[in-house]
């Protein structure tokens, strides 16, 4: 397997970095986690054919993980039916995912699509993915190569419902979290994995001040969750406005995680590519 980072940044924009994003390749099939600002252009990057993608997962629906979406499902609708494809999205993501899809899909883009139906050869085939909302913990979905399970973190509750993904392929398991507080159900679904892909928005000091113990992990907690769990490889991203262009505070966030963690630190960057 390998994961291919397409966005590292936060909620702001960044000129280096895009929003929330990677596509884990397993065995030439991309399976896409998220999707942020840029997202689609950064898959084009990876030398990833968007339409390619026939499972999308939502880790949860703050808007820096799903803005592009839209774009993502128009754009794909069109090079589907010009390419003649008929393989259907399969989107996957917590309580709230359907009706999220079923807006951009129906409504908020009525006009659009009718105009784009006038043209030979259209249909809305291709906009009606099928959608799996995530219920309860435990496997999610089993391919016969690769399977995907599932549980639930801890991210401004009761507010936004939130998840991480263990996927398992290869004799390998790589865990894809969204944004959280350190959980232990994070902890748990990454106990002993090779790869754990987690976020590190900011400094333990800033979430106090800012009033993100809800919401986000620190270096620190980070490193104390990894180092706990026995995971061999710490990916970070989704860093803060103030962290993501400041090499000297990735730095020093790095040197912080260490502290605790004893595996191997990754510092995500655009693009990067991840051995699992």
Known sequence: MK??????A??????????????????????????GRQVTTRLLQAGIDPIRIR?????????DHNSEYPYFL???????????????????GPKGTREFHRI???????NDIASRLTLPNRTKEGLDAEIHEVQTEGLLTDSGSWRVESVFTDHIKPHIESLAYGIEAEG???????????SQSVSRL??????????????EEEIQERGFSKWHTGPRQLGALAEEAEVKKLVLRHFSYNVADNRDKLAE???????LFHGEVIMGEDLMEVKV
């Open 74 to 92: 128009f754009v794909t609708w069109t090079m589907k039916m010009q390419k003649g494809v008929r393989e259907k999205l399969h989107v996957y």
């Open 3 to 8: 994961l291919i980072l397409l966005g590292t």
């Open 190 to 203: 990454a106990k002993g994995v090779d790869v754990l892909v987690h976020e590190c928005t900011m400094f």
């Open 172 to 182: 390998r398991k790589i865990v894809i979290a969204g944004d959280n507080m350190p």
């Open 10 to 35: 936060g909620v702001r924009p960044s000129l280096n970095r895009s929003g929330p994003g990677q596509v884990l390749i397993v065995r030439d099939e991309p399976l896409l986690f998220d999707c």
């Open 253 to 259: 966030m790095k040197r912080q995680v260490q502290e």
């Open 104 to 110: 951009i899909a129906e409504d908020l883009y009525q």
């Open 55 to 63: 499972h999308l997962f939502f880790t949860h629906h703050h808007f």
